[in-house]
């Protein structure tokens, strides 16, 4: 019912629309571009958009288009694994200490606290650096500290529905905790952990674009958003669409995510109100 | 109140514990060493890592580690031989800090008001206008504004200085650049706290007996709407006193960030080490007192049911 | 005196209309309780909120509320306000829910004061002070300094009770004053507030689902059902020879739980949804004493000696 409602805005259809795009030129987009990622040519670095190269190059000659749309691709796929190790492994924790309650909860909690005590920062960068640099240990840092906050919520949401009457029946019955947390409690939460996952998609990329200015992102040749644009921020002086265009992909990217995440988030909400309410 | 306080205090110190025990371990577990960016001849080599304890067994240099930090000694720093790791932070905090400081108080103040307003015309164009506002400045990265700004305002219009921090004025960009994103997040922050509060009995009977709106809004509803905020600006004035590393980078401030970004780099232990600790302390602190303000503006909290 | 005329609440949604509140009419006169009878979704809530100038910005607002000749629906949100002020008193349901948690009970009377007597923060101290002593407090001092979760429901109550007559309103609405507290307290709090209103003479509008209370304290009784005011006449009138069968309903069920707890209605069926379409009497579906003709046309207002009627049975 709802997500009629969601389909029908025009905006949210806009916004899914543009992040479909990316991810289908991203991925598959990158077999009819004439210029590779990585393909270099010294003669022809630094040049402006034009004809041949759609965003101009860069300081290696690499046509910016593919680069751009390669770092879209990793960044996307960096986002998408750092939610999912977030929301299964914030899922997990939460719902097992808000349902099982007791010393597991106390411990977990603990952990919990404990880790959103120690600046997440640090945490992610000890990860990548100790851990060989590459694509798979930055979305496993990542995910380790972007779990914390989900599973404080979800441990919330599971400790409100433990009382619940069909929960308290299921325990009664025999139901094993394992079996009531996937059965019942995910279904409830289904609307925060749907948000919690959009929203976490650009935060992982801002992240993982952070990493990478640091100096601790994906390596070379393979670029992110986020080396292209820590390589843009060098020279944006002097050539500033080499910064300009992979800043406003980026952004851009973002930005849908977030007005995404807004609407389905409204679109929760919308669901309980009273008749006489303003929107 | 006395045993929150004691318990609150013994946990923040178990924190520290741990994240002195992981830096210190995490840090030595790293390929490379200190000296590697060098070329030194393995006598010399031998001899610095004397001088610095490093050819001690790592158990041990962690209880010497531990000893001298209850002597609130950080060590020297290995890169920058001669200064000792506390003399670096009191340089780069001061400029960490105001830089923060003030972008603090600017994502404070702009959050709360756009919020409220936000919250108040909730539906009209008040309110969209201020969703989009806030949308935009969570979804631009601060390192594209920071460039951004100086591109537009600094060499293009020539308006603004760029780094040096010489007069006030140079301290306008960073500050911008800082405080977008925390405004951003206050302003959705208060204005969902808003709503809500507004929904509620108290603020309806208020409307009903005739006080102003104005009265209600501020009187009435915003104490009710804050606590979110403070408790959110707890960890947020931490993150940003000690400075962020890309718009101390971007604008060239010799800020904390800097520092602790490079010494990771260099593998200079101790640099690393005192950082984080100096940064895990700060954060404590602020969110302690940000919890205990809070808590301090709850009547409930404050005086026991007397019925 | 306080009238309300052809009072009609709708509202749309995706391109239909809904009635929730359909032609309501009465009167008070200054002195005079009128109790607002009907069950929970039955619209008398929307009504109060209506006189209290709350629903002022819905379009599907029709007629017209007039307290001392003053029309509390056509005004203007800065209208609105001084009307509040100086012609309107409001008893809410849950009394603690009512004052701001953060602010201290004086702060707030003291700025309702205030509010409705133009005077300034200051004088209203001892005024506050006062009011709270008359309206039973032994140690008004103490009260003031206190914030509302410290104090007992039945407090918080008579400070509800004096933040709406200080001003002495012309009309004291109490949207069910009672039924949030204890039994004891109920008679301690309707015995405040009749007293009071003794003393000022404001009329009071009285909603409540307690048949008990209403029979008992109200001189005359409006039955809301379905968004209509169904019958309306003194409370002995009603009490004895009911004329709607809801009325009749309501008074079995209230004579016969009598010695129980008053209160459940053993009236079978449930009411209609608003948004069902039916153009016959809305209480069709649980009425006894239905007509054919009941079916298919609502029935109009009907004067009896007095009172009214909606039925097809006059």
Redesign the interface.
Known sequence: MFYSRIVQNRFVLACLFLILLYILISFGGTFLLPHHPNAQSLTEANRGPSFAHWLGTDYLGRDLLARILAGVRVSLIIAFFATLINISVGFLVGSAAGLIGGVVDRFLTGLI??FW???P??VV??LT??LEPGLKNIFIALGAVFWVPTARIIRGEAYQLRNAPFIRLARLQGAGYSRIILLHILPGCFPVLLTTAIFSI?DAI?AE??LS???LGVTAPDASLGVL?SDG?QS??VY?WQ?FFP?LT??MF??CF??LG?MIHRSFRDRTKG????? | MLTYILKRAG??LG?MV??VT??FF??R??PGDPFMSQRLNPEIKENLYAKYGLDQPVSKQYLDYLAALARFDLGESLKYPGRTVNEIIAESFPVSAAVGFLALVLALVLGVALGVLAGVW??RWPDRLI?ACS??G????N??LG??LV?VFA?KLKILPVAMLERPVDLVLPVLTLAAWPAAVITRLIRTEMIEVL?KDYIIAAMVRGLGPASVVLRHALPNALPAVIHYSGPLA??LLTGS??VE??FALPGLGQYY?TS??NRDYNLVAGI?IF??FV??IS?FLTDLLAFSMNPQCRYRNES | MTKVEGLSIS?K?KNRTYS?VRDVCFKIEQGQILGIVGESGSGKSLITSAILGM?NH?EGLEGSVEVSGRNILKASPQELRSLRRDLIGYIPQNPRESLTPTLKVGSQLVEVIAAKTGRNGRECRPVAGELLQSLGFSAPEKILQMYPHQLSGGMCQRVAIAMAVVSRPALVVADEPTSSLDLLIKHEIMKVIRSIQAKQGFALILVTHDLDLAFSSSDQIAVVYGGRLVEMGTAEELMLRPGHPYTRDLVRCFTRSGAENCGSYYIPGEPLSIYTRFTGCRYFNRCRLRLEICETKEPACVRLDNGRVACWLF
Not at chain 2, 138 to 141: A, G, R, T, W
């Open positions: 606290d404990l005590c120690v600046p920062f640090l960068v000890m650096v100790v650009p801002l674009a952070f200015i640091v100096g644009i921020l944006f002086r500033p910064w800043v980026l952004t973002v930005l977030n007005l807004d008749i006489l309410e303003y929107d | 946990f923040n924190v741990v994240v992981l830096t995490l840090m577990l790293l909730q539906s969703l949308t935009l969570l979804s631009i990265p390192f594209a460039a951004g591109y060499l929904k931490a993150t590393f890309i980078k971007i970004i990771i780099g984080t940064y895990t954060l404590l969110t | 509202i949604k929730l629903l819905l």
